[in-house]
């Protein structure tokens, strides 16, 4: 699918234009309104922009004596001119207001833009109809009517305004029914839309099914009919979750103006009060047959222009249409769409005029989007491209679950293809298809940013290659429970917040025992990025008494330590139909995900029976699954160019610089081999300096800056380590060694009173009389509050400084500067000091040589296996994520592979996944006979990564041992629901306290305190979301915190 490139893109040829008198109506309808204008000046920027509010009256429906009234307001740039027009339309539940920072924008670069309020939101009156083409898109035909006679508007013909439209969700809807009605629409930009409804509300992912026969969506559908259907006292609704009202929940400007305004017309009155005093009146025009009355009027007084009491919504409370209010009754209740709702259904979906949308086109759909996923940007793309029209299709990183909405970003790319096709500008609307995807770090602030993934062409779900990835696995029996409970869990519409538990090691998602099948692939010997929807034959029997089989496909991405995680957490409902006698084979369609399953991760196809955000069948049933063919077929676009990062000047000076440093340390190594040789102890050539003020906030004095500490630096993420992995964790880290005569070669860290003095002084002390050992395989955590003494402890024992008193073995042998034994050991502190121009490859390369050790000690492949890098350590540095630099620097601290890794902050800076990775590397570097030695203040990571604590304070010991003996052993976490009232939570710890698997359970402060007894977190969030309990967030109870607290006297 190609994008026509900067050219002017008109599609007019109309038979016969509609007279000037309908628009003059509705200008006279607007001016009637009471319209109040305001100069509208934001931050610092030189122009001010006008702003005009007023209400329109519009009939109900074509021909009806009934009315609503709609809240409009018009931005126009100061200094006059005509200018191109932008409709921006605000996103479900929310109004006109949410547009205003956007317009203003627009305004102030030269456009005409109009915002209103849609039936049922705001202050605008009316039932929702779900952007039905005889109510909200017939509003818009008359905007753009009203358009259609201003003065300050390019014309491109009579009652032809040059016009586009924009909005996300319900607004992006909008656009594109907009010019499928209108052909006076000039190009259209819509984002994390629907194009099929049906598809949307009730999505059907086997190929062949009849279209009635989806799974409801009842999750999702239930909030957004709970949205429009409660309001605020204002009449306003909360706008959805993840939409804020507008792309990427755009931000409000200036409020509406008040001041008054008058009009006059052939007939009819209107009056009332709001921002304004008005009075005025409209009169029936020549599209009375499709637009009806139009007239104008501020404020309310319970009658319209014509006399007739506004439509009033759906009774029992349903702010929707009653039509649309009896099918979300009637699927709540069967959880099936009739062949009635499927037509309303389609009425509002621009798939039913589809083959009549043929202007420029801008598709941005939401990845993190469960209610309009990425397939419905696909259908809407293929078929107007498939009209000759100029389409662009981009992945964002947001949507309606949440994430980076690129608000920014987003509206940039909107301006651009307005200045495009409606300025007739020459500027580049490249690229034909963008995914976004998280790496790249900002190379002057070193912040961690998305990049842009592009292709010449789209490349649609099937992607540009595909890969076929075997799956083992047998036919399977998977049971549907009777009511469709408990149901597995694959996300939670609206609760984003539960996404923390990933910082557990958990998953969100949840699957049943006996509840789904499973076909696993072999471990990919190369990383893998699927670019589309995977697809795969399955084979379905049902013992039903419909013979219908309900099922949830899905694909974990699993991890080499059995950790799975679901892309997204996005899911493929489909029915089979007719399974009942002898079964059916179906092609399923999975979820459109654009992610990479790294090398050494295994890909897993999931079948489950039920799910949380969907309906099934409440009648038990068996379903007999086999994988028909036992493959997937992956989508691949190798054609995606991931942008660079814009290289900063002096970038260019350090290479350089780093040769003059490289030959500098290799110059010192020759010297300091020569001294050797000539029996002087000198600091070996694996050494690094490392000076400052001591992060504890001490400056210790004494300190011998001319020796040199541990061979590395900085480096990579991790993830939880199983129990019993480590062949000493049965060792506890203890207190004085008193009674060990001998050094033991074995021990690899042995600290036995260990003093320093601050500097000039000969009683304070930055450590004193420490004591204590480490075993192999134990991850040890060194904990303190500022000033204890953790990094005056560390800097000892890389050499860097001199103890007072004391000593400290690594294998047996004293550390001093330069001791020999230093070479078994790596250190991670802050600043790595990569080379951005450089690959990942080729920084570890430099850093070696500079160590002047053999090339062949390095061990290379082994630290970069650990590391677990991939095809990314042939990358330049400055294109690398936050996490990837960290990965890099533990490899680089891993060279060699010393037995003793000493880590400073080694999640400092990461997001959740990328802190659950840091544990995973420490965790299989450990599970390999070595030690590591982690100092940091998240004490929440220190739980979950140490298998054994020492706790400092004011440069003593205060405890050591297994982390399980100091904050004890029982699995507590924190939910935290403040929404919930003080009976509701006690009645709720009440009924957990009673489960298998909960060992106890009491309220707290906003929340609960639940100890967990062998039910998983998953187990206990679906019985919390049955309980009905308001959870905003799950996490572990800080129980080392108290402990830690405890031990140090509450000072932290």
């Not at 089979?576 to 991760?601: C, K, N, Y």
């Not at 993830?719 to 049965?730: C, I, K, N, Q």
């Amino acid at each position: 699918m190609h994008l026509a490139r900067i050219r002017p893109w008109r599609t007019r040829g109309r038979a016969a234009r509609r007279r000037i008198v309908a628009g003059a109506v509705a200008v006279a309808a607007l001016l009637g309104a009471g319209a109040a204008s305001v100069a509208v000046a934001v931050g610092d920027a030189p122009a001010a922009v006008h702003r005009t509010n007023a209400f329109m009256t519009m009939p109900e429906t074509p021909g009806s004596k009934q009315t609503v009234r709609i809240d409009t307001s018009f931005f126009t740039p100061a200094g006059g001119g005509r200018h191109p027009a932008i409709l921006l339309a605000h996103g479900f539940g929310g109004s006109k207001d949410d547009m205003t920072g956007q317009a203003t924008t627009l305004a102030r670069d030269g456009y005409a833009v109009l915002t209103w309020s849609a039936r049922g939101f705001g202050r605008s009156t009316g039932a929702i109809g779900l952007d039905a083409p005889d109510r909200e898109v017939a509003d818009v035909e008359r905007l753009v009517d009203w358009l259609g006679h201003r003065s300050d508007v390019v014309q491109d013909g009579p009652d032809d305004p040059r016009v586009g439209v924009t909005g996300a969700s319900y607004g992006g809807a909008i656009s594109l029914l907009a010019a499928g009605y209108d052909k006076r629409i000039d190009a259209i930009a819509p984002q994390i839309t629907w194009w099929n409804l049906p598809q949307a509300l009730f999505p059907q992912n086997a190929q062949g099914e009849p279209a009635d026969s989806g799974v409801f969506k009842k999750l999702w559908a239930g909030i957004f009919f709970t949205t429009g259907s409660t309001g605020t006292p204002s009449g306003s609704s909360p706008a959805l979750p993840g939409t804020g009202g507008a792309p990427g929940g755009g931000t409000g400007g200036a409020g509406p103006a008040s001041g008054t305004g008058s009009g006059s017309g052939s007939s009819g009155t209107a009056s009332g009060t709001g921002s304004g005093t008005a009075s005025g009146a409209g009169s029936n025009g020549p599209r009375a047959a499709s637009t009806g009355r139009a007239a104008g009027q501020t404020g309310g007084s319970g009658k319209t222009a014509g006399g007739q009491a506004a439509a009033a919504p759906a009774p029992g409370g349903c702010r929707f249409t009653a039509a649309l209010c009896a099918v979300y009754r009637q699927a709540a209740v069967t959880g099936r769409a009739d062949p009635a709702a499927i037509a309303l259904l389609e009425r509002s979906s621009p798939s039913s005029v589809g083959s009549r949308i043929k202007v420029p086109t801008l598709i941005v759909q939401g990845q993190n989007d469960s209610l309009f996923p990425l397939d419905q940007a696909d259908a809407m793309a293929r078929t107007i491209a498939s009209n000759g029209a100029p389409v662009s299709v981009d992945w964002s990183s947001g949507g309606h679950d949440g994430g980076d909405q690129e608000t920014a970003r987003v509206d940039g790319r909107v301006q651009t293809w307005f200045d495009t096709y409606l300025k007739h500008e020459q500027v580049n609307t490249d690229p034909a298809f963008r995914v976004t995807r998280s790496g790249g770090v900002d190379t002057t602030t070193g912040e961690a940013v998305q990049r842009g993934a592009t292709a010449d062409r789209y490349p649609g779900l099937n992607g540009t290659s595909q890969v076929t990835v075997r799956l083992s696995g047998g036919p399977q029996t998977v049971r549907n429970p009777a009511g469709g409970s408990p149901p597995s869990v694959s996300g939670v519409p609206g609760l984003g917040a539960l996404s923390q538990l990933s910082s557990l090691g958990q998953s969100l998602s949840l699957d049943f025992p006996g509840q789904f099948a499973v076909f696993d692939s072999a471990p990919l010997t190369k990383p893998l990025t699927v670019t589309g929807a995977p697809r795969v034959r399955v084979r379905v029997s049902s013992d039903a008494a419909d013979g219908d089989a309900v099922l949830f496909a899905k694909v974990y991405d699993v991890g080499p330590d059995g950790s799975q995680t679901l892309p997204h957490q996005l899911v493929a409902p489909l029915r089979v139909t007719g399974a009942g006698s002898g079964g059916r084979t179906v092609t399923v369609t999975l979820p459109v995900v654009d992610h990479e399953f790294a090398a050494g991760h295994r890909m897993r196809l999931v079948l489950s029976a039920t799910d949380l955000g969907y309906s099934s069948p409440s009648a038990p049933a068996d379903y007999r699954v086999a994988a028909a063919g036992s493959a997937l077929t992956v989508p691949t676009v190798p054609t995606l160019r991931t942008a660079g990062a814009t290289t900063a000047a002096w970038v260019w000076v350090l290479p350089l610089v780093a040769l003059a440093v490289a030959a500098a340390l290799l110059l010192t190594g020759r010297r300091r081999r020569t001294a050797d040789a000539g029996g002087t102890t000198a600091p070996g050539p694996d050494a690094a300096g490392s000076g400052g003020t001591d992060s504890d906030g001490t400056d210790p004095g004494g300190a011998d800056l001319t020796g040199a500490g541990p061979q590395g630096r900085r480096g990579r993420s991790p993830r939880e380590r199983p129990a019993g992995d480590s062949p000493a964790a049965d060792n506890p880290a203890s207190g004085s060694p008193a009674g060990r005569n001998a050094p033991d070669e074995t021990v690899p860290l042995e600290i036995s009173g260990l003093s320093k003095r601050y500097r000039g002084s000969q009683d304070r002390y930055a450590v004193r009389e420490l004591s204590f050992r480490v075993e192999r395989g134990q991850v040890l955590g060194l904990l303190g509050p500022n000033g204890a003494g953790k990094t005056t402890t560390m800097r000892m024992l890389m050499g860097l400084i001199t103890p007072d008193a004391g000593g400290i073995t690594v294998f047996g042998q004293p550390i001093s500067a330069g001791a020999p034994v230093l070479s078994r050991v790596g250190a991670f502190v802050e600043g790595a000091g990569f080379l951005p121009h450089l690959t990942g490859r080729a920084n570890l390369d430099l850093y070696w040589r500079a160590t002047g050790r053999p090339a062949a000690d390095a061990q290379v492949e082994q630290a970069l296996e650990i590391a677990d890098l991939g095809e990314a350590l042939d990358r330049a540095v400055r294109t690398y994520s936050q996490g990837m630099r960290q990965r890099l620097a533990i490899a680089q601290a891993m060279l060699g592979l010393p037995d003793l890794l000493i880590l400073d902050e080694p999640t400092n800076g990461l997001d959740p996944p990328q802190i659950r990775e840091m544990r995973s590397v420490i965790g299989r570097y450990a599970a390999g006979g070595r030690t590591v030695i982690v100092s940091s203040h998240l004490l929440s990571e220190v739980e979950q990564s140490c298998t054994h604590l020492v706790v400092m304070d004011k440069g003593r010991l205060v405890a050591a041992g297994p982390v399980d003996e100091i904050i004890g052993g029982s699995d507590a976490l924190f939910v935290g629901a403040p929404g919930a009232t003080a009976p509701q939570l006690e009645r709720v710890a009440a009924e957990l306290a009673e489960l298998p698997g909960v060992s106890g359970a009491e309220p707290a402060e906003d929340g609960l305190v639940v100890r967990l007894d062998g039910l998983g977190v998953p187990g206990l969030l679906a019985e919390l979301l049955r309980l009905d309990v308001p959870v905003e967030r799950v996490g572990r109870h800080q129980r080392l915190e108290d402990a830690f607290l405890t031990l140090i006297g509450g000072q932290a």
